[in-house]
């Protein structure tokens, strides 16, 4: 008989929703690897009688695989997209890794219909296993029927969040298959500049390389530096038009 699943159980806070279009999440594949970066910013909004405060924090949004196999970026609802990546890192083994599309959207499926409102949810999903690969699995309307999880194959980029957010015209006009160490510097602009454009539900930046050497987190050192450099350029496309003050 199937368990009915509990999302209490997992431990994230319950206000951990993006009542706004907060997120920004990226995957760029390239010619020796895959990139995956984020903003890391998470808002809570805290209830007391008919007050209701908001407050933000900075914590990462891309889960990984304790033997560094598959990073699972997480965007909508924080709680369900957690679970999901959770389940898919968890329940997904060997020759599940050789054809994963429906073993994936039968877990997020299961989510979806224990969630009750909290059924909006988007992962991007890097494996090395049995090769380096890049899905996306979220929540969709499809042939009519909302809240159903489907789940594709990505050959080149992807977006997470609010793919609204005019920064994505960085992929769209500059994505080429490229090296990762070349890509990592378009996905920090983009993560970048999406935060000047939504500056109070987007901040911060990780990065997650994917390559020959498996699955890492991007140093903190590193990363800085990759976002002091978009700043940077920003600024310097900005006197391109405007001249120097």
């Known amino acids: ?20 279009p907060m997120t920004m999440q990226v995957a760029m594949v390239g010619m020796d690897g895959i990139v995956l970066a984020s903003d890391t910013k998470w808002q809570s909004t805290l209830t007391r009688g008919n007050l209701r ?30 679970a999901i990546a959770d389940a898919v890192i968890a329940e997904l083994s060997g020759s599940d890794w050789d054809f994963p599309i429906n073993p994936m959207e039968q877990i997020g499926q299961r989510f979806l219909d224990a969630s009750g409102e909290r059924n909006s949810f988007q992962c991007l999903v890097v494996t090395a296993r049995p090769s380096l690969r890049l899905f996306q699995l979220e929540s969709a309307c499809v042939n009519g029927v909302p809240n159903k ?22 992929a769209e006009r500059y994505y080429k298959m490229k090296s990762v160490q070349a890509l990592m510097r378009l996905a920090a602009q983009l993560i970048v500049d999406s935060a000047k454009l939504n500056s109070g539900f987007i901040g911060g930046l990780e990065i997650v390389i994917c390559d020959g050497g498996g699955i890492r987190r991007l140093p903190d050192d590193l990363t800085t530096a990759l976002e002091l450099e978009a700043e940077k350029r920003g600024k310097a496309i900005e006197e391109l038009f405007f001249g120097r003050p």
């Open 149 to 170: 999880a489907m789940c594709h194959e990505i050959k080149n980029k992807a977006i997470n969040g609010d793919n609204a957010n005019a920064a994505v015209f960085w």
């Open 1 to 20: 008989m199937q368990k009915t699943l509990d999302l209490s159980t997992y431990q994230y806070s319950p206000f951990a929703e993006e009542e706004f």
């Open 53 to 82: 405060s908001r407050h933000t924090s900075g914590s990462s949004k891309i889960a990984i695989s304790d033997e560094l196999s598959v990073a699972i970026a997480c965007a909508q609802n924080m709680e369900t997209a957690y």
